[in-house]
């Protein structure tokens, strides 16, 4: 989804997200202090076999490795970079599409030094099928075209429209949905050529259902549309929207209306609204399309401390099917969440203790997983959770079924995992550095993949 304006449209999942991810989406960071190496922006390939990321000292460079040896380590670029660098990986897993400070936008093998020009941009995706990287270019201080070019091998760039604010690709390749202008009008065009149709005026933020047929978006007025992406056919589904959500299936919208968070479903293609509940703080939908877990505030409090500031908001937690209102408690007095893929359970955190619980969505007993977790997140394959202590900052892994710690290292600052769900990539600090390393979920040895020695400290 693209917002225009900044919103929460799953206040509880978005925090904890937020933090687990950021190192390692390349987000802004502060600088570190003068005289230290520092990595970021660790990007596994999408078929877990190579990484890619930005380390030593000033200036950065731009490396690749595989995930388990660091044999064929390859400084792909030396130009500088920084924190906000772009940076992904094509979908067969062979290149790596990246900006620079300058931003130049370049394509290079992952394990080659052959970085390949491609223009200028101040963002940029990669097309599901990898066959195309589409961007935005600056063309004065406050305006950006839109561009297509080819991968891997760039061509003659075509220009998809001009003022062009921001810019989502369908999942089948063939269309671009964005708006433009100082109004930010909704447009949508097929990537092979400049054909823009315009859907409607006034966007506030908007998706794209999975199967490329729909754009779902808001207006200025707050009212939520639907309308196929290839004309403009507006249908109203409801007004006074605070966030929404289209299910993977690409067949319904979840949102919540009003001061009072009404949690409503109804169909993409017609206003036909399901009231969920009420007093919804907020929510997600389950990766299969049928369950939305969601959030309210507890009449459950918490202090785990003497302090004012020690007082922590707690939660509610609720699941419901998409289609019909029928809400499940799942437990009381929740900081936050996350659903597992094959959306059969949920792992979640209670204050204090910091206890990482898991549950099935449809009720149950919880099982305590761990307690002085300060960060987790869930594997892909829905088995196991990876998380951080608070008090050490040593990582381990569990399955989520059991609760089954296992110490993986210590004193580890960042990580997350390879997306077929069996290797952890992490960083840990030295003196004045930092390393990153690998290593299986649940048994085996690290891989130091690079090892930053210290820079030279200023006098």
């Not at 998809?160 to 369908?170: E, P």
């Amino acid at each position: 989804m693209v917002n225009k304006v900044k919103q929460t449209i799953r206040p509880i999942v978005n925090i904890i997200l937020a933090s687990l991810v950021m190192f390692f989406a390349g987000c802004p960071q502060p600088a570190p202090p003068p005289g230290w190496s520092y990595i970021f922006s660790v990007t596994p390939s999408p078929d877990s076999s190579k990484v890619a990321f930005i380390g030593s000292c000033v200036p950065n460079k731009l490396y690749g490795s595989f995930i388990t040896s660091n044999a064929q380590l390859t400084t792909i670029d030396s130009t500088m970079f920084i924190f906000s660098t772009m940076l992904q990986i094509t979908p067969d897993s062979a290149m790596v599409v990246y900006t620079n400070t300058k931003g130049i936008l370049s394509v290079s093998p992952i394990l080659a030094s052959n970085p390949v020009f491609i223009d200028y941009a101040q963002s940029f995706q990669i097309a599901p099928d990898g066959k195309m990287v589409v961007y935005l270019k600056n063309v004065s201080a406050s305006t950006a075209s839109l561009y297509v070019n080819s991968l891997p091998q760039p061509g003659i760039a075509v220009q998809i429209d001009m003022d062009v604010n921001t810019f989502l690709l369908t999942q089948d390749s063939q269309s671009v949905v964005y708006t433009k202008g100082s109004s930010d009008n909704l447009y949508s065009s097929l990537l092979t050529a400049s054909l823009p149709v315009s859907i409607d005026t006034g966007v506030n933020n908007f998706t794209v259902t999975s199967d490329s047929k729909e754009v779902v978006y808001t207006n200025t007025s707050n009212d939520l549309f639907s309308s196929p992406i290839t004309a403009s056919v507006p249908v109203q589904i409801d007004s006074s929207i605070v966030s929404f959500q289209v299910t993977q299936d690409g067949q319904r919208i979840v949102y919540t209306k009003g001061s009072s968070g009404d949690l409503y479903s109804s169909p993409i293609t017609t206003s036909s609204p399901v009231l969920i509940d009420t007093g919804v703080d907020g929510f997600t939908v389950t990766a299969d399309s049928g369950s939305i877990i969601y959030t309210k505030s507890s009449a459950l409090t918490s202090q785990c401390g003497s302090m004012i500031w020690n007082v922590i908001p707690l939660n509610d937690l609720y699941s419901s099917p998409v289609t019909t209102s029928v809400p499940v408690l799942i437990d009381r007095g929740i900081t936050n969440f996350i659903v597992t893929q094959d959306s059969k359970k949920i792992v979640y955190a209670k204050p204090c203790g910091s206890t990482l619980y898991s549950s099935p969505l449809t009720a149950g007993i919880p099982v305590q997983i761990d307690s002085g977790v300060m960060t987790f997140q869930v594997t892909p394959d829905s088995n196991y959770v990876v998380y951080t202590k608070v008090s050490s900052n040593d990582l381990y892994s569990s399955t989520i079924a059991m609760g089954t710690p296992v110490l993986i290292d210590t004193k580890v600052s960042d990580f997350t995992m390879t997306p077929d769900s069996k290797y952890i990539l992490y960083i840990k600090p030295h003196a004045y550095g930092s390393g990153l390393y690998s290593s299986p979920l649940t048994v085996g040895s690290p891989v130091t993949i690079d090892e930053n020695p210290p820079c030279p400290r200023p006098n």
